[in-house]
């Protein structure tokens, strides 16, 4: 039986097309960064968040940061899941969990290849482990932004509710990154870019998926 809300081609090239512009952005910052760390997006938006953060907004963008985190991506993947495998089945989840996990494995494999410096805080130490891109940024990023598209398609969630969501969750985990000093701004946008390429390679399978079932 045909899939009645079967995407059009122009959406699946859609969704092609924000993985190559993903993965091409973060080559892109990569290239750049091999011959100067320094970027001066970086330097600017330091400067002005050392001049003005305040306490209150660094403890609120804290809370949304927690999203990039084990416990916050991994719950919200398990929350996702569940209810995608409830209305359909567990097959058509799936996608979410790879999400997470492509994720997580990318950016750590990126973080040991590109081994970028972290910022040098005026106070407190600086972490150990490299800084681009921005784990918190691609986790939260990903798996906001698939759980998200799978909701839609499955009917679960309003289009107009559930994407500005996801994405106000990735842009707040992100933003929190360079407030509290722990990222470079580049670091966060080569996160945001490989967490959306990741999502949209996610909704891809879940097409194919859900394709194939209708196909039976």
């Not at 492509?102 to 490299?130: D, I, N």
């Amino acid at each position: 039986m045909a899939d009645p809300f079967a995407p059009s081609l122009r959406h699946q090239l859609g969704l092609a097309a924000s993985i190559a512009g993903g993965v091409a952005l973060v080559s892109g910052i990569i290239a750049g960064l091999g011959a100067d760390e320094h970027w001066p997006i970086d330097a600017r938006v330091r400067a002005t968040l050392a001049r003005k953060r305040h306490p209150r907004i660094r403890a609120s963008l804290d809370v949304a940061g927690r999203a990039g985190t084990v416990a916050g991506y991994g719950s919200a993947a398990a929350v996702f899941a569940t209810a995608i495998a409830y209305n359909n089945d567990i097959k058509h989840a799936a996608p979410v969990f790879a999400s997470a996990a492509v994720a997580a494995g990318a950016s750590a494999l990126l973080k040991r290849v590109v081994r970028r410096p972290r910022p040098e805080r005026a106070a407190g130490p600086v972490k150990a482990r490299h800084s681009f891109p921005s784990g918190h940024a691609t986790r939260a990023t990903a798996t906001a932004l698939t759980g998200a598209y799978l909701l839609v398609r499955e009917r679960l969630a309003p289009a107009e509710i559930a994407m500005p969501f996801a994405a106000a969750v990735a842009i707040a985990t992100g933003v929190s990154r360079t407030y509290a000093d722990d990222h470079w701004t580049t670091d966060v946008i080569g996160g945001w870019a490989l967490g959306a390429a990741v999502a949209a390679g996610a909704a891809l399978w879940y097409e194919a998926i859900r394709a194939d079932s209708h196909d039976d």
